[in-house]
């Protein structure tokens, strides 16, 4: 682990509890994470490990039941609007399902230009507002003048997904917080889309952390694994550390579970 | 939108529910056009005209006369006067006067008006006979005098200087007037009400103030029940736990008895058709608050809201273009269905005489009332409440068949 660099965000026993009596449910259990400048971090887990859970605190769309998060070693302050604004330039966020990321009724035009308002560039001329689109368009492969004025629903699902991509382009933040973003892709786009999402923080130098089920797509993006069970970080370290010598049962069975294409499955693991 | 809107128009039910809206909306907008009476006057004196053409008995005397020989035209005449009933009620008294049953033939008319005549006299006292009985048989006496007669009626004018009367003309029995040169004739397809109005007149009024009433009820309760379903969904919390906790109150106490006590307390003089549409809107709004809550709950967790958020929008901006577009095509379906509950609750409340001040517009629930205080129902007046109660479940029966349209077209898993 890099000591030489400063750490971007952390959490201290970062804790949610939904419900309450018989229905008590502790989805994130006292989660200690620390996040470094430049570094990609996988958090992987089954479904219900409460990854998502930690993911929306986080990002501070859900409100934690103990514990804190500190964002650039200050303890985070979003108890307005203005300052969760503030927050939100720091930190974005790709949802795992594209269909359901966009507003029905709003025109793409509207998703990109809202991230140009957020940079502070509401007052910019109309040219160059579609410049600067249409530059976040081609980073991913897109083009523009195909997509202006068109509804999502007339988008492909991994054009969505590239247009979520575009959007990180354009509002740079530190960190991006990506929530499964290729599960609900299929294969041959899944590669472009992790490839584009890698260049992209080459390019900002920003903080990633990718959220997956995948065990080897973590291996193949991350500098930093934790392995998350029950709402617990079982294992974590060095990807190759935890992916290579596994320590705990739970990271080996979450390995096996990684379907090779030149082997049977051993559908008895699942 | 386009795509929708051609999607709705697919739809059976929906389309047979528009087509009724529309006429019944059309016939309230074009009618006055053309009858321009006021919907309130007075027309008629007495109570419950049938339905009919009403011919002005006096210009049709100076209408030209035609001459026509119809061989049925002295039938139908003695039928009209001398029905089975009358027939059998001579017989009767004849009987009763002490002629054997076997010479009376009741369906020989000239024979039976023969003996009628011969034997009846007023002033005969039959014994067991009421007073009513005896009027009805002076009258019967009346009608049928000079049935059987050839000769025309004789129109007389008094002469202003001597004061006798001269014949002016004679009426003979095989003259006819043409209806449409009559200068006067009035079609009152519904007859008239217990105050003497034209009913369909006041029908097409009371339709239209209906309508509004249900509109602006409708209005109300979606625009409250929207507002609060919407902050308590959405915010949650301790907001969510405040309004639904005034929706439960609203939603225990029965609205119909809310609505008695509060127009009972506005008093008749102040209760306005709109008046009383905001009382029934205000006390209505409970369930469409508790359908958009349910809704905005399952909305508000949704990616493209987080999204928003991210996107540094406002809870108002949020609400307004990631929530409400999304249960537009409900409120609108529960829009339509309070404003058919808000005529009905209008006619309830009228029926139960708390209805609109009954001087200024006729509404379908004062109709119904008015022919209920006049006991229209008992006298077999049909005219009076019937067509009333048709339009109020028509214009129901339409919105709910409308709503059953859109809920499938909304609703792909409702789709048969």
């Not at chain 2, 019944?24 to 009618?31: C, D, E, F, G």
Request: with cysteine; glycine share 8%; proline share 4%.
């Amino acid at each position: 682990m890099p000591s030489d660099k400063k750490i971007c965000l952390s959490t201290s026993g970062l804790t949610k509890i939904y419900g309450f009596g018989a229905h008590r449910t502790v989805a994130v259990d006292h989660v200690d994470l620390k996040l470094y400048e430049g570094e990609v971090v996988s958090i992987v887990g089954e479904s219900g490990s409460g990854k998502t859970t930690l993911a929306k605190m986080l990002l501070g769309l859900i409100s934690s039941s103990e514990g804190d998060i500190y964002f650039q070693g200050v303890k985070r302050d979003i108890s307005s609007q203005k300052k969760k604004q503030e927050y939100w330039k720091n930190i974005q966020a790709i949802f795992q399902d594209p269909f359901s990321s966009y507003n029905i009724f709003n025109k793409i035009d509207s998703v990109l230009l809202d991230c140009i308002h957020m940079r502070g560039g509401r007052n910019l001329s109309r040219e160059k507002k579609v410049e600067l689109m249409t530059e976040a368009c081609s980073f991913v492969n897109l083009k523009f003048e195909e997509l202006t004025n068109k509804y999502p629903f007339e988008l492909s699902g991994g054009q969505m997904q590239r247009l979520m991509i575009a959007r990180i382009f354009l509002l740079k933040p530190k960190i991006l917080l990506a929530d499964e973003p290729t599960s609900m892709i299929d294969a041959c786009s899944r590669a472009t889309i992790l490839d584009m999402l890698m260049q992209l923080r080459k390019e900002i130098g920003m903080t990633v952390i990718f959220i997956t089920h995948d065990i080897g797509l973590a291996y193949y993006v991350s500098d930093t694994v934790y392995i998350m069970e029950h709402g617990r970080f079982v294992e974590f370290g060095s990807a190759d550390e935890v992916i290579l010598q596994p320590r705990e049962p739970y990271t080996q069975r979450l390995i096996n579970d990684v379907p090779k294409i030149y082997e049977e499955w051993d559908l008895s693991t699942v | 939108m386009k795509h929708t809107l051609q999607q709705i128009f697919r739809s059976p039910k929906f389309v047979v529910g528009f087509s009724i809206f529309m006429a019944i909306l059309l016939i309230v907008l074009i009618y006055p056009l053309f009858i321009t009476d006021s919907p309130l006057k007075i027309i008629g004196q007495g109570t419950f005209f049938p339905p009919g053409i009403y011919v002005s008995a006096y210009d049709s005397l100076g209408a030209p006369k035609f001459t026509l020989n119809l061989t049925d035209a002295a039938a139908k005449r003695v039928a009209d006067k001398l029905g089975d009933q009358e027939r059998a009620d001579i017989r009767d008294w004849l009987v009763a006067d002490g002629i054997p049953e076997t010479e009376i033939d009741i369906h020989n008319t000239e024979k039976l008006l023969e003996q009628w005549a011969q034997n009846y006299d007023p002033n005969k006292k039959i014994p067991g006979m009421t007073f009513a009985k005896q009027r009805y048989y002076q009258r019967l006496d009346e009608s049928l005098k000079g049935l059987l007669s050839k000769e025309g009626a004789i129109i007389a004018q008094k002469n202003t200087e001597t004061g006798a009367l001269e014949e002016a003309e004679i009426i003979n029995q095989t003259d006819y007037v043409n209806i449409d040169q009559v200068a006067s004739v009035r079609v009152l397809p519904l007859g008239t009400d217990n105050f003497g109005r034209d009913v369909l007149t006041e029908l097409v009024a009371a339709t239209r103030t209906s309508l509004q009433i249900g509109l602006v009820a409708g209005l109300v309760a979606t625009l409250i029940g929207l507002t609060l379903g919407l902050l308590a969904g959405y915010i949650g919390g301790t907001v969510d736990d405040i309004i639904n906790f005034v929706t439960n109150l609203f939603i225990v106490i029965p609205s119909f008895v809310l609505l008695i006590l509060i127009s009972y307390s506005v008093g008749q003089e102040s209760r306005g058709a709109f008046l009383v549409a905001t009382v029934i809107g205000l006390t209505a709004w409970p369930w469409t608050a508790r359908a958009v809550r349910a809704q905005v709950i399952s909305l508000r967790n949704r990616d493209h809201v987080n999204l928003s958020k991210l996107s540094g929008h406002s809870i108002v901006h949020i609400i307004l273009t990631d929530i409400l577009p999304y249960i537009a095509s409900y409120v609108i379906m529960a829009l339509i269905l309070q404003i058919s509950s808000g005529i009905l609750a209008e006619a309830g409340l009228s029926i139960l005489g708390l209805g609109p001040k009954t001087t200024e517009v006729p509404t379908l629930g004062l109709m119904m009332n008015w022919a209920m205080i006049y006991q229209a129902h008992v006298q077999g007046r049909w005219w009076a409440y019937f067509p009333v109660l048709m339009t109020i479940a028509l214009i129901t029966f339409s919105m709910n068949l409308m709503n059953t349209g859109l809920d499938q077209v909304f609703n792909p898993a409702l789709r048969d």
